[in-house]
């Protein structure tokens, strides 16, 4: 069974397991016959399969007369959305399911040996297992050694006996490589005969009878003798080009279980030659290498590996690859003079030209903003221009530059089936995808980023491959002869079951020198190749082998060999780039992320990991205050020395904000979320209440528009979950960036971008969240964020405040102190006389002050008459902790875990003084938060 996905999809599929009973009638049968599959009712457990209509359908597939060029039935539809036309249909009378069709008008072509089929549900949840295939015609023969299609390795000289059925009396003839080498005249039931094999034979036994003919196809290989050599010291797993010599291409190839390669090409007129048989090395056995010769300079050159057992594959490391599937629905604007596919070939070809003259790179010490002010923009560009390709997304540089970003991070662009996917269904981790454009044209882009001060980062899907994968081909078991099929036992790469449970396509063995080999390749050739500033990993919770496909609680557990295995790559990629970015998507236990953000810190290393936040940051857009709390944007309550939680609201993962402020918004007499502009301005909030937080943020691509579209939307306008990844409109087409109300929203998150890049304080890692602090607020949705820090002069001080709720509200700000305060957005200058004086905020209304510092002096903010907070013989070691504190009036003293969780609370009965106290914690960091009219102070109290 054959079924290729053009974007990532997250399902799992129920097999019923066991052959099925079916009847055919008539049986025998020819292609033009018109016949009734009928399957008894008994072998579909329709309540296990959630069907209630007895919507049960085929998924069909056919065979030409050697059983081989397999191609699903036209009418399939696609596997998670089967073809009404598919649909079986139900005998109430004999309990039974039925499909009447003539094969040639069902399967769409003449010449039909053999058609397979199984049975599924509509979405393709459930299905039937093993595959099911039908000989067709009146006439059928039955190849008994060696096997049909198989391939029989025979030392020349040497004979082998040739047995074959048929159902009636007929005549046979043998041929091999188009020559009649034996025929019979008698008719006859069976047949034998001893081959002596001379050379390599593509053989045919044709069996006749009448006006009847049937055949059937195998391979005689004589074995080779390979030769064992040292590889040279320029060539390594790959393409290679000599260093001196533009007429020579070294090309190797890691083949465990494979007992000789040949490198088929254009070179060769793609035919096996045993001048281009490749050699063994000798400290590696498995590793295949040779090298080509008399080559010319500046042509392209197109090959294949073919292996003993006839795989024929591109080469795993190969920086493009041109494919059958693909390249003919590539535009010459998007990829000008795109090479043609090799006639007669298939599968994916590897290309390579000697004497490329390389990219002149502009810049050549670009410096990488710092991890911790990264503002990365997360962009599909299949979905961010009309035109889909790298020249559309240079010519918007400057919309990006302009919203003040300073990081791009692209869906992943290696090679992926099809030219419309999201981009994680991978096949060559190595080769950019030519959906988009030219090598040349990338390299552009990421060049002009780079004169820009924006950082270039690659999602890359390292947990899976598909089906299209040399590394899963070369190993595969390959039931229909078309190529393709699940991992074999052997595969040196891939699990044969997922080793966790939200594994897609082929689950990769990270434990296997094999492919951790594969990956610090594919990360050296993206950082060095194309200079890109590092990498977003892509569900690392699969890089684990002790879990199961089915064990999400094991999954999401912490898992130690996956905390080492990341360490590794982490190891390897900073080892090729230093100070590469390493962001994992893991959205795992705080135990385990905190053992790659705390990562070789003191070396200034250190892994980003994906914060989500966007459950409660759109609850707070709504206006709804359940789980609308997002202090978990804070580093801290992660356990996390650094600042290394990148926080989002929005990611190509989660549904658009504002589509559920549109849907669901909240409403409050004529105040209304689901208004339009209303909702819009509520985003300008969430700009305030995320961007100023300290630390590394991401927003997803046109979020600052107020992108309304669901992530679920299907083209044809509807919303439905099978249309995850399809195409969505480009918001520029839309007019979005033009329109003076959603353009408000992205000059107002540009302008808070810059306030947070212009101030040094916001690059404190001593900062506070409070937001739906119900203790504060009993009505919620109000939030305050402070952020600090005395050792700086200038701005020290920042306050945040943002009313989310649907009418206007009167907040108490809890100022660290009186003075004068600037209002950030606009500039103006108030007198601040009380701390805790309310300031009156209208629903979605935000202020972002900082002290102003045209007045005030540089001294310590905590010092002298200013409100102050300290902790003596901090860590603890005997249960008991003094609290310093000073200038507290009303002063209320809340101790915390860092999950937010209150542990204690006193009143303090002076504005001054020492508050002594024994504690029962265990042992572990905590937050003080010390309240008071006269602002608030937060100190970490440890406990050991």
């Known amino acids: 069974m054959k079924k290729f996905y053009s974007g990532i999809l997250l399902f799992i599929v129920v097999f019923i397991f066991g052959q099925i009973n079916y009847t055919?009638?008539?049986?025998?049968?020819?292609?033009?016959?018109?016949?009734?599959?009928?399957?008894?009712?008994?072998?579909?457990?329709?309540?296990?399969?959630?069907?209630?209509?007895?919507?049960?359908?085929?998924?069909?597939?056919?065979?030409?007369?050697?059983y081989q060029n397999s191609q699903d039935c036209p009418t399939n539809g696609s596997w998670n959305d089967s073809d009404a036309l598919n649909k079986l249909i139900y005998n109430t009378a004999t309990d039974s399911y039925s499909l009447t069709f003539t094969p040639t008008v069902f399967f769409g072509r003449t010449g039909i040996g053999r058609f397979g089929f199984l049975l599924k549900d509509k979405t393709g949840t459930h299905q039937t297992s093993p595959d099911i295939f039908v000989n067709v015609g009146i006439l059928n023969i039955n190849l008994t050694t060696p096997a049909a299609n198989s391939l029989t390795s025979v030392p020349a000289g040497n004979s082998i006996n040739i047995t074959a059925t048929t159902n009636v009396d007929a005549t046979f003839q043998l041929k091999a490589n188009g020559i009649v080498v034996h025929s019979t005249s008698t008719p006859s039931s069976a047949y034998s005969y001893s081959y002596t094999v001379s050379e390599d034979a593509n053989m045919e036994l044709i069996a006749t009878q009448g006006t009847n003919s049937k055949k059937v196809a195998f391979i005689l290989q004589i074995p080779r003798n390979v030769v064992s050599e040292s590889i040279p010291?320029?060539?390594?797993?790959?393409?290679?080009?000599?260093?001196?010599?533009?007429?020579?291409?070294?090309?190797?190839?890691?083949?465990?279980?494979?007992?000789?390669?040949?490198?088929?090409?254009?070179?060769?007129?793609?035919?096996?030659?045993d001048a281009y048989l490749m050699k063994k090395d000798t400290a590696i056995p498995d590793l295949y290498w040779i090298e080509l010769s008399g080559l010319t300079p500046q042509q392209l050159y197109t090959f294949q590996y073919r292996t003993n057992d006839l795989k024929k594959v591109a080469d795993p490391y190969s920086p493009q690859i041109l494919s059958s599937y693909d390249d003919p629905w590539i535009s010459a604007s998007t990829y000008?003079?795109?090479?043609?596919?090799?006639?007669?070939?298939?599968?994916?070809?590897?290309?390579?030209?000697?004497?490329?003259?390389?990219?002149?790179?502009?810049?050549?010490?670009?410096?990488?903003?710092?991890?911790?002010?990264?503002?990365?923009?997360?962009?599909?560009?299949?979905?961010?221009?009309?035109e889909k390709n790298w020249q559309s997304l240079i010519n918007k540089i400057y919309?990006?530059?302009?919203?003040?970003?300073?990081?791009?991070?692209?869906?992943?662009?290696?090679?992926?089936?099809?030219?419309?996917?999201?981009?994680?269904?991978?096949?060559?981790?190595?080769?950019?995808?030519?959906?988009?454009?030219?090598?040349?044209?990338?390299?552009?882009?990421?060049?002009?980023?780079?004169?820009?001060?924006?950082?270039?980062?690659?999602?890359?899907?390292?947990?899976?491959?598909?089906?299209?994968?040399?590394?899963?081909?070369?190993?595969?078991?390959?039931?229909?002869?078309?190529?393709?099929?699940?991992?074999?036992?052997?595969?040196?790469?891939f699990n044969q079951v997922p080793k966790h449970s939200y594994n897609v396509f082929n689950d990769f063995n990270h434990t296997s020198l094999s492919t951790q080999y594969y990956v610090e390749r594919c990360l050296q050739q993206w950082l060095t190749e194309y200079r890109i500033d590092g990498f977003r990993w892509d569900l690392t919770k699969g890089f684990t082998q002790n879990c199961s496909e089915n064990d999400e609680t094991c999954t999401n557990a912490y898992q130690q060999d996956r905390v080492d295995i990341m360490k590794h790559y982490a190891d390897r990629q900073w080892a090729i780039d230093p100070g590469s970015y390493m962001i994992f998507e893991h959205l795992g236990t705080d135990q385990e992320e905190q053992q790659w953000a705390n990562y070789r810190l003191a070396e200034g290393k250190g892994v980003l990991l994906w914060n989500k936040q966007t459950d409660p940051y759109n609850q707070n857009t709504m206006g709804y205050k359940e789980n609308s709390s997002y202090d978990r944007m804070n580093h801290s309550l992660h356990g996390f020395t650094n600042m290394s939680a990148v926080g989002y609201g929005e990611s190509h993962d989660e549904e658009r904000l504002m589509y559920k402020n549109l849907e669901y918004g909240a409403m409050n007499g004529s105040y209304n979320v689901k208004d339009l502009n209303t909702a819009l301005n509520r985003m300008k909030t969430f700009g305030a209440t995320f961007f100023t937080i300290s630390g590394p943020k991401m927003i997803w691509q046109f979020g600052?528009?107020?992108?309304?579209?669901?992530?679920?939307?299907?083209?044809?306008?509807?919303?439905?979950?099978?249309?995850?990844?399809?195409?969505?409109?480009?918001?520029?087409?839309?007019?979005?960036?033009?329109d003076i109300n959603r353009k408000g929203v992205y000059d107002t998150w540009a302008k808070i971008i810059d306030i947070r890049n212009t101030h040094q304080v916001f690059k404190s890692k001593t900062y506070s969240i409070e937001s739906n602090n119900l203790t504060n607020d009993p009505d919620g949705l109000i939030t305050r964020i402070y952020i600090y820090d005395n050792t700086i002069s200038g701005m020290k001080n920042v306050v945040v405040l943002a009313n989310y709720g649907t009418s206007a509200r009167n907040v108490v700000p809890y100022f660290p102190y009186t003075g004068e305060w600037q209002n950030l957005m606009d500039n103006t200058v108030q007198n601040i006389v009380s701390t805790t004086a309310p300031i009156t905020l209208q629903p979605g209304e935000f202020r972002i002050f900082g002290n102003y510092t045209g007045t005030l002096s540089t001294e310590d903010i905590y010092a002298g008459n200013k409100l102050s907070l300290q902790i003596a013989d901090n860590p603890v070691k005997n249960g008991i902790v003094k609290f310093v504190y000073s200038k507290a009036k009303n002063g209320e003293i809340i101790i915390s875990d860092m999950a937010g969780k209150i542990l204690d609370t006193i009143k303090l009965s002076n504005e001054t003084g020492i508050h002594e106290m024994k504690v029962h914690y265990p042992a572990g960091v905590y937050l003080v938060h010390l309240k008071s009219d006269t602002g608030i102070a937060i100190r970490k109290l440890i406990v050991n």
């Open 24 to 66: 055919i009638t008539p049986d025998p049968f020819n292609e033009t016959d018109q016949i009734t599959l009928t399957i008894p009712g008994n072998q579909i457990d329709e309540s296990a399969w959630g069907i209630t209509d007895h919507s049960v359908y085929i998924w069909a597939w056919s065979f030409d007369t050697n």
């Open 704 to 738: 600052e528009l107020g992108y309304d579209f669901s992530i679920n939307r299907c083209a044809n306008g509807t919303v439905n979950t099978g249309c995850r990844t399809d195409e969505k409109p480009v918001a520029f087409a839309l007019g979005y960036d033009t």
């Open 336 to 386: 000008p003079n795109l090479p043609t596919f090799p006639a007669g070939q298939d599968f994916e070809v590897s290309t390579f030209k000697t004497g490329q003259v390389p990219y002149n790179w502009q810049v050549t010490n670009f410096q990488r903003p710092a991890k911790d002010d990264l503002i990365v923009y997360e962009l599909l560009l299949r979905d961010f221009t009309q």
């Open 233 to 273: 010291g320029w060539i390594r797993q790959g393409i290679n080009y000599h260093p001196t010599d533009q007429t020579k291409v070294g090309l190797a190839l890691y083949a465990p279980h494979k007992n000789f390669v040949h490198v088929i090409g254009s070179f060769n007129n793609w035919a096996v030659n």
């Open 399 to 493: 919309y990006l530059k302009n919203l003040k970003i300073n990081a791009i991070e692209l869906l992943p662009v290696m090679e992926f089936d099809g030219n419309l996917s999201w981009g994680y269904n991978t096949s060559f981790h190595y080769a950019l995808d030519k959906a988009y454009g030219t090598p040349e044209k990338f390299k552009e882009f990421i060049d002009l980023c780079h004169q820009n001060g924006i950082a270039v980062i690659l999602d890359i899907a390292l947990n899976h491959a598909t089906g299209r994968s040399p590394l899963v081909r070369l190993w595969n078991t390959d039931p229909d002869g078309d190529g393709y099929g699940d991992v074999a036992p052997n595969n040196p790469y």
